[in-house]
């Protein structure tokens, strides 16, 4: 048998149900990898050994009962995930990458990961994750940045950097990240998984500690389009602690069937969308490649290729530059010394705020906060504010009338593969621009998924994402599934040397 930390989600599922080895023994496979690698990758900020070790033991035991009854068991009863530091845990650290909640430890649990408890899933640990979610590599988090498992001298991505690291070096099966502008789907792609991230109001916020509250989607990161639906099935549904949380009644099926049949393992019928906008002048020619090939593979399995028009993407970025850090300054004045974290002692109530945010806030946090302020000030609201929500719309226009075209669109992840560590320290509009491709979907509030699709000459993943209409994560997930029952990207692992 091969080692318990190769098998996919689907897998661990299979073998803990058949009885062919124990959730014990599979935590445990997960804990001393975790003791072996994560020294030099960093992907966690908090390993749970203890409490994951005993929930193992509990769920053998259940499992063992279930089996003698012949009584099906919770569908992910004894198996580990990871969560990223921005989802509450129960008697967990919760830091969102920030010296502002250092000692901070929730006395309640995010309903997307208290879901997938009560469905049996065991928590490893909290992921690394860039301050408040605020950037696109996981260096910006105050406790150490995180290393691309293909090569230690790159990033993994962001912010969910952590969450990608663990699943791509083995260090956890799947994990849970958020995507507000990117953030799943783009460390998915440079660290060779599969990410998805949902539909706006599919998965509670409730528990997430919030960046962009228009924005911030709870999604997945996994081998495969398979698992990334079994996790997203127990997650997603109405919660009456978001308001904004809608009703989904998911089946396996639902989500992992490929999407207009005619025989197994083709697409016929599936038409997608090209759009013009997203192979622009910059792309990484390696990229593009990777992604041309994809599309044509999609061809040959069935699919219908169409080019479309999106002419308002140019826009996407600046106005995500205005709406995100509009919203992170509302929700991170909370953050003031007085509620929650460290607070640094002055004479005066106004000298403890700036105290306090001043020195535990990180320079990514502030420069946001900044713009946000004052993009929302008086005199300044229309002009900017108010004028970007306007765009907003004209952007979810664009994809709803390219979606009576086509069911999904097709497009690159990211412009280049995995950059170098502190290539982009010291210019943040230059990182402001690896998610050029990624943002559209969160200004739409529509589900997108990353997978690989190649890798460029220096050994690096290259990722795709298809988009689709609200709601329809089923018309990604199974056309993603019917294309990686086709090839192996998504089955290549990094070398345990170079990620060790």
Request: glycine share 10%; hydrophobic share 40%; aromatic share 8%.
């Amino acid at each position: 048998m091969s080692e318990l930390t190769d098998l996919t989600l689907s897998e661990c599922i299979s073998g803990l149900q058949g009885g062919d080895f124990s959730s014990l023994e599979l935590v445990r496979a997960y804990l001393q990898r975790i003791e072996r690698l994560d020294n030099s990758l960093h992907a966690y900020l908090c390993v749970l050994a203890e409490q994951a070790l005993a929930q193992a033991k509990d769920a053998d035991r259940r499992l063992s009962s279930w089996r003698k009854e012949q009584e099906a068991p919770p569908p992910l009863m004894g198996v580990p995930l990871a969560v990223k530091d921005v989802l509450c845990v129960e008697g967990a650290p919760t830091t969102c990458g920030s010296r502002i909640l250092e000692n901070f430890t929730p006395p309640f649990t995010a309903t997307a990961v208290e879901r997938l408890q009560k469905a049996g899933a065991i928590v490893l640990g909290k992921t690394n994750t860039d301050e408040f979610a605020m950037g696109s590599s996981t260096e910006n988090s105050a406790y150490g940045l995180t290393r691309n498992p293909w090569d230690p001298q790159r990033v993994p991505g962001g912010s969910s950097g952590g969450s990608a690291a663990a699943v791509a070096a083995r260090l956890a099966p799947a994990a849970l990240g958020t995507d507000t502008g990117g953030s799943v789907r783009q460390p998915a792609s440079f660290c060779g998984v599969t990410g998805l991230k949902p539909t706006y109001g599919s998965v509670s916020r409730y528990g997430l500690v919030a960046f962009g509250s228009s924005l911030d989607v709870v999604g997945v990161l996994a081998h495969d389009a398979r698992d990334a639906a079994l996790v997203f099935q127990h997650m997603a549904g109405r919660d009456p602690l978001d308001a904004t949380s809608v009703e989904r009644n998911l089946t396996p099926s639902d989500l992992t069937r490929a999407p207009f049949p005619e025989r197994e393992g083709e697409l016929r019928g599936l038409r997608i969308g090209v759009p013009r906008e997203y192979f622009i002048p910059g792309l990484q020619a390696e990229v593009e490649q990777a992604v041309r090939a994809a599309l044509a593979l999609f061809e040959s399995l069935g699919a219908e290729l169409v080019e479309v028009n999106l002419p308002h993407t140019e826009y996407a970025l600046p106005v995500y530059y205005l709406v995100a850090p509009a919203e992170a300054s509302a929700n991170l004045a909370r953050f003031d010394g007085i509620r929650y974290g460290p607070r640094l002692p002055a004479d005066e109530l106004w000298q403890v705020y700036r105290r306090t945010r001043g020195q535990k806030f990180g320079p990514e946090v502030k420069r946001r906060i900044m713009l946000g302020t004052y993009a929302l000030s008086a005199g300044y609201y229309d002009a900017y504010y108010g004028q970007a929500q306007k765009v907003r719309t004209l952007i979810r226009q664009d994809f709803e009338r390219a979606f009576q075209q086509v069911d999904v669109i097709a497009a690159p992840v990211t412009p280049n593969t995995a950059f170098v560590i502190g290539e982009h320290s010291d210019d943040p509009l230059s990182m402001y621009l690896e998610d050029i491709f990624t943002i559209p979907a969160n200004l739409a509030g529509i589900p997108g998924l990353a997978f690989p699709v190649g890798f460029d000459q220096q050994g690096l993943p290259v990722g795709m994402q298809l988009m689709g209409p609200h709601f329809r994560e089923d018309l990604l997930l199974g056309a993603a599934g019917v294309y990686q029952q086709a090839t192996d990207w998504h089955r290549r692992t990094p070398p345990d040397g170079r990620s060790g």
